[in-house]
């Protein structure tokens, strides 16, 4: 990126309309500095210069001023700043206008278009920040593997400390970089569904949403859904050309609805691409939790981590996203961003439903009220661990700091790795492909995502899966995020693109205040460490569950569904999700 020329100028402070200040505009920094005396505009007695980092400017407006007779103009500049706290209350960002007059000139036009320059200018450096920021932060090293494919090992380097590496083949990195950010000359389109969490979702578009995005200059049409599966129905019918990204400002329901839609599209391959944003209005917002978390700033709820997402979602970064391909024994095939459950969070999840009006405070609720009344579920489960080693492909810039001597071993390993997953590709693809049956009972209309790692769900799981004996459960949880409520974080170091379903099961045999204290823990998500002896926590990349318990709930992302056999299979990045 190349730096553009520093631009300086004289304003006044619009708020007092007095006190004159010299403003500087760099490639990251909007300075303003006093001239004179005066009162302060920022802090009391403060003399040093103010520092204004663009990162996190949503963005800026010039105007004419209202006064007839007066030619001024006037500069608004938006920031949403990391609120700096000494306690421990929860991040989040607040918004900072700053607002100056520019009057240099007599005449009315030529402040408007100097405002305007200046306006200009802060824009383009803010998005040459968040581009730049994930260009200068990516170094790609070519390597070929045995087959001859093109492979690559990505550094990412931030402010000249290498941060991550990791193994990543030509499509990923094509992907990493191509939709590196939401396109900006096309509208998007933002799903509201008023019935979500407390039914606030409309108040909280109408507040502070819309009022960042007007600030941010995103173009968007606001849709609200009228009944379940409204959103799936537009969405497997709209053209999408016509929309740089989806937003969802809602709880994981109606995200699950769109990524349906989506995968039952004929252009599905090209349609599940579109960049989707998540901005919470429902009673659990697992996603957007999750979200905030991959960015490392400390927990936020309620509105702060509303402005958290918004401000994500102003700055446009896109990442890759996991989709999980679940198969019932009978039914439709579905697709999953977050979590497939059985037993007590499954159970709390439906069973809470009807103090929806508490919001979030349903959980807390349900889970007492399952807890007095603690069941057990038999049945069967098997799963094909995670690949070692494998790592993310997103870019997460604040990964804690990787030694140079872990770097060359992951290298080694990645090489590795790199021959090994050709040939377990290899077999997983022999395997199936032996199973004529298996391609015409699954595939045979649907030829969406083969699942490569399944086999047809009434013969045995692949040899090479992981059975676990018929037994009594508490709870199975699988979840592809980090959190499965603003505050219940059940994986801590899942990333959108690992690759890998995070399997939590808890056995029979566990007592109430044990498994009460697990709840407690995952507030924080230090449930892992507790030493329970009940709980199991396994990385992995599919999974079959066989529920003998009858009745039961299996819910996946919080939507129940038919209750039987279950297995599913994750895909690796296959969607897009706008993220920090
Ligand atoms: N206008 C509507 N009226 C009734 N139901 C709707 C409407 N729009 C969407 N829905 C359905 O409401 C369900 C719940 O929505 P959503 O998940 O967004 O909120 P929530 O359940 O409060 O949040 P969370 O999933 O985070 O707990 C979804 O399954 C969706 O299909």
């Not at 009057?103 to 040459?128: I, P, Y």
């Amino acid at each position: 990126m190349e730096a553009d020329a520093e631009l300086r100028a004289e304003f006044t402070d619009a708020a007092s309309g007095r006190l004159r200040l010299s403003v500087t505009l760099t490639d990251s920094c909007l300075t303003v500095r006093k001239i004179g005396s005066g009162s302060p505009v920022w802090q009391h007695g403060q003399e040093h210069d103010l520092e204004l980092g663009l990162g996190d400017c949503v963005g800026c407006r010039a105007s004419q001023c209202e006064d007839e007779g007066d030619t001024a103009a006037f500069l608004s500049v938006y920031f949403y700043p990391a609120r700096r706290s000494w306690t421990r209350a929860p991040a989040g960002r607040q918004r900072v206008e700053h607002r100056f007059r520019v009057a240099a000139e007599e005449d009315a036009r030529a402040n408007l278009e100097e405002a305007e320059t200046w306006a200009r200018a802060v824009r383009h450096r803010a998005s040459q920040l968040v581009q730049g920021l994930r260009n200068d932060c990516l170094m790609k090293i070519l390597i070929r593997s045995a087959t001859g494919e093109n492979d690559y090992i990505l550094l990412i380097i931030h402010h000249h400390d290498l941060l991550d590496i990791s193994w990543c083949t030509e499509r990923k990195l094509n992907a990493c970089v191509e939709f590196s950010r939401v396109c900006v000359s096309r509208s998007v389109m933002v799903l509201v569904n008023p019935q979500s969490g407390r039914g606030q979702a409309m108040s909280l578009y109408t507040g502070p949403v819309l009022s960042m995005l007007t600030e941010a200059n995103i173009s968007h049409t606001l849709i609200t859904t009228e009944h379940r599966n409204h959103a799936r129905e537009l969405v497997r019918n709209a053209d999408l050309s016509q929309w740089s990204a989806i937003v969802i400002l809602s709880g994981d329901g109606l995200l699950f609805e769109v990524i349906n839609g989506l995968m039952e599209r004929e252009d599905w391959d090209e349609a599940i691409r579109i960049p989707l944003g998540i901005l919470p209005g429902g009673s659990g917002n697992a996603l957007a939790a999750s979200v905030h978390h991959y960015t490392q700033a400390g927990p936020a709820l309620g509105e702060d981590l509303l402005l958290s997402c918004c401000f994500l979602l102003c700055k446009g970064l896109v990442c890759p996203l996991d989709i999980v391909s679940v198969r019932l024994s009978s039914g439709p095939r579905l697709f999953s961003f977050l979590s497939l459950a059985w037993g007590f969070v499954a159970d709390v999840d439906i069973e809470s439903e009807k103090f929806r009006h508490v919001g979030a405070m349903r959980f807390l609720v349900g889970t007492l009220l399952r807890l007095a009344s603690l069941r057990t579920y038999q049945g069967r489960l098997a799963f094909l661990p995670a690949r070692e080693n494998s790592t993310s492909s997103s870019v997460s810039f604040l990964r804690p700091h990787t030694s140079f001597c872990d770097s060359v071993q992951r290298v080694s390993h990645m090489q590795q790795e790199t021959s090994n997953r050709h040939e377990c590709e290899g077999q997983n693809t022999h395997n199936n492909s032996n199973d004529k049956d298996f391609q015409l009972k699954n595939d045979s209309k649907d030829n969406r995502l083969p699942d490569n790692l399944l086999s047809p769900i009434e013969d045995p799981v692949p040899t090479n899966w992981t059975i676990e004996k018929e037994q009594e459960f508490v709870l199975v949880l699988a979840t592809c995020h980090s959190h499965l409520a603003e505050e219940l974080v059940v994986s801590p170091d899942a990333r959108p693109d690992d690759g890998h379903l995070h399997l939590l099961y808890v056995t029979a045999g566990i007592s109430r205040p044990a498994l009460l204290r697990l709840f407690l823990a995952m507030e924080k998500g230090t449930h892992l460490s507790c030493e329970c002896p009940h709980l199991i926590y396994r990385r992995v990349q599919a999974l079959r569950l066989e529920p003998i318990t009858k009745p039961g709930v299996i819910t996946v992302d919080g939507e129940q569904v038919e209750y039987g056999p279950i297995q599913a299979q994750v895909h690796k990045g296959y969607a897009r999700i706008i993220c920090g």
